[in-house]
């Protein structure tokens, strides 16, 4: 019964979206980086790694991708930042379920890329109309 849950989640992230709430930017990169490189990883040894969609609807992967890592204070706030960040939540939640010891990365992947997200959010600043570049000088 939990993919329900992991349904109306997805349902409720997905209204979110509709509202402006949050940005799509973070739930589709997240969600996708980690079908992604789960497809990839089930697609070289599927007897060893799950179907990609276990990843996505088992622990809190939804929850965490619409409702945890849309924080506007510690998520980053830059169009291509929010994508990378998103993305590489989604690639470490998949390293630490397979390799790591905790059950559900969603929250541990959230928390370090919080940290990264200042740095994120420095190197994918857009350019400012009208500022040229040093090599334009």
């Given at each position: 019964?939990?993919?329900?849950?992991?349904?109306?989640f997805l349902l409720g992230g997905l209204f979110l979206i509709w509202r402006r709430v949050i940005s799509w930017r973070i739930p589709v990169s997240m969600?996708?980086?980690?079908?992604?490189?789960?497809?990839?990883?089930?697609a070289i040894d599927?007897?060893?790694?799950p179907f990609p969609a276990f990843h996505l609807?088992?622990?809190?992967?939804?929850?965490?991708?619409?409702?945890?890592?849309?924080?506007?204070?510690?998520?980053?706030?830059?169009?291509?930042?929010?994508?990378?960040?998103?993305a590489l939540i989604g690639v470490l939640v998949f390293i630490i379920r397979t390799w790591g010891g905790y059950p559900d990365a969603v929250a541990f992947a959230v928390l370090l890329m919080?940290?990264?997200?200042?740095?994120?959010?420095?190197?994918?600043?857009?350019?400012?109309f009208g500022q040229?570049?040093?090599?334009?000088?």
């Open positions: 019964g939990w993919e329900w849950v992991g349904n109306w969600l996708g980086s980690l079908l992604l490189i789960a497809g990839l990883f089930w599927p007897n060893r790694h609807f088992s622990g809190g992967a939804i929850l965490g991708a619409f409702f945890i890592a849309t924080d506007p204070v510690s998520a980053s706030t830059t169009p291509r930042g929010q994508l990378i960040f998103g919080n940290m990264a997200a200042p740095t994120i959010d420095y190197y994918t600043q857009p350019r400012v040229r570049d040093k090599k334009d000088a």
